[in-house]
């Protein structure tokens, strides 16, 4: 499998392992996420992985799966009560299995497809390896507002580089989506990796750039965070503009969350 393959695979197996160690009771309790239950949170990954095998299947296929959604929604139906309903007989411990089985045969299906082949979704197709990156993302940051719900502490890793650059990437798209003209070209943006390294896209300009810790730019792109929770620097009218709405995840356009809305919980 390619590297960001291997990548889902592997925070699709670290989230699996923390969620094990929940209590019953805890699996109950609502996030700070749309008020989502850790069931929620796997039930939607769940449903999103399921999904992405039948966008494999191509445009044809999956045009029907899309369609169900977009009516479901239209009709006034959210995510989690469609999820809460296809998976009403799994308890915590049969879904958690469900859905590491589909997200390891996800993972070896995307390593397989073709660098160039795209797939489509319920936003702008993309190339395979940009789709794992998505699920990659969507894994990491949907899991986290369970971690801030027991108040626990996650150990970073490298395979934030994935989510980074799909946040870099989909500068353009965050005014696009919500019909505003892009007010110029990427800022230059320096993170600092877990590991130490450093992060880098763009050429330098101090005039508008982005510089900080890598987890606080993934966490204000995935919207776990607000950008004034995090110690990012941010500099230029356009690098504060994109702070202020950064969505690197497909759908309509989204807020962030209020300051001090989304965080570990004492």
């Known amino acids: 499998m390619r590297q960001v393959s291997v990548d889902f695979r592997d925070e699709v197996d670290e989230l699996h392992a923390f969620l094990q160690t929940l209590a019953p009771t805890q699996w109950e309790r609502e ?4 008020q ?17 095998r039948v966008a494999l299947e191509g445009e044809e296929a999956f045009a029907a799966e899309r369609q169900q959604l977009i009516s479901a929604v ?3 139906r959210s995510n989690r009560e469609l999820a809460r309903e296809r998976f009403a007989g799994l308890d915590a ?35 395979a390896p940009m789709f794992t990156t998505a699920r990659l993302m969507e894994t ?21 580089r994935n989510v980074a650059t799909l946040g870099v990437k989909t500068f353009g798209w965050t005014f696009m989506n919500r019909k505003r003209e892009v007010p110029g070209p990427p800022p230059y943006v320096r993170l600092v990796a ?11 300009d101090p005039g508008e750039c982005i510089r900080g810790d890598a ?27 994109w702070m202020e709405i950064a969505q690197c995840f ?5 807020d962030p969350p209020k300051p001090g809305a989304r965080g570990p919980r004492t």
């Open 31 to 34: 996030t700070a996420f749309m």
């Open 36 to 52: 989502w239950t850790p069931w929620d949170v796997v039930a939607h990954l769940h449903t999103f992985d399921l999904a992405s």
């Open 74 to 76: 239209s009709a006034g």
């Open 93 to 127: 411990r049969r879904l958690l299995a469900a859905w590491q089985d589909t997200a390891h045969s996800l993972a070896e299906a995307l390593g397989r497809a073709g660098p160039k082949r795209r797939l489509p979704w319920y936003g702008p197709d993309m190339g």
């Open 140 to 160: 990491w940051a949907h899991g986290q507002a369970i971690y801030d719900l027991v108040g626990a502490t996650r150990k970073p890793t490298d395979r934030l």
């Open 194 to 204: 877990p590991s130490g390294a450093i992060w880098e896209w763009g050429e330098p």
């Open 215 to 241: 987890v606080d730019f993934c966490s204000v792109v995935t919207q776990i965070r607000n950008v004034a929770d995090t110690s990012l620097e941010v500099s230029g009218p356009v690098a504060h503009q």
């Open 250 to 254: 497909a759908g309509g356009p989204v």
